[in-house]
């Protein structure tokens, strides 16, 4: 499984983004497809994630109502828009596999553990 992220780019604070996050090799069906991203000396931070099976999504505290995550298993395609961005959204953005045929659907945006596949990473500066 090969993700190949971007969409990145340098945006103005309330601007708009949308990232794509394109997975090669088997159907995207099976797998959680999370957002994460990091800014320099941050960690790792959960942004959002969509499940496999039943297609529900889950966002970190900081973005919630901002930012839209959503998935077009025709295109073996997975989008994250982003809105009303903010300085603090500055950072390298990835996105990452894990794999879950099977119920329960519950993907994580609190621990990377169970993404075992992962892009490149693309980067968002939002500055004036």
């Known amino acids: 499984v090969q993700l190949q992220a971007s969409g990145g780019g340098l945006v103005q604070p309330g601007g708009s983004l949308r990232l794509s996050c394109v997975v090669s090799?088997?159907?995207?069906?099976?797998?959680?497809i999370g957002w994460f991203r990091q800014a320099p000396g941050k960690e790792r931070e959960g942004v959002s994630c969509?499940?496999?099976?039943?297609?529900?999504?889950y966002y970190g505290d900081s973005v919630k109502g901002r930012f839209i995550i959503s998935r077009d298993n025709t295109k073996n395609t997975v989008y994250l828009q982003l809105n009303s961005l903010k300085p603090e959204d500055t950072a390298v953005y990835y996105c990452?596999?894990?794999?879950?045929?099977?119920?329960?659907?519950?993907?994580?945006?609190?621990?990377?553990?169970?993404?075992?596949?992962w892009g490149q990473g693309t980067q968002v500066t939002v500055s004036s």
């Open positions: 990452a596999a894990s794999y879950a045929p099977l119920p329960p659907y519950s993907c994580s945006v609190v621990t990377t553990v169970g993404y075992d596949y």
């Open positions: 969509i499940n496999s099976g039943d297609g529900r999504t």
């Open positions: 090799g088997p159907t995207l069906n099976y797998y959680d």
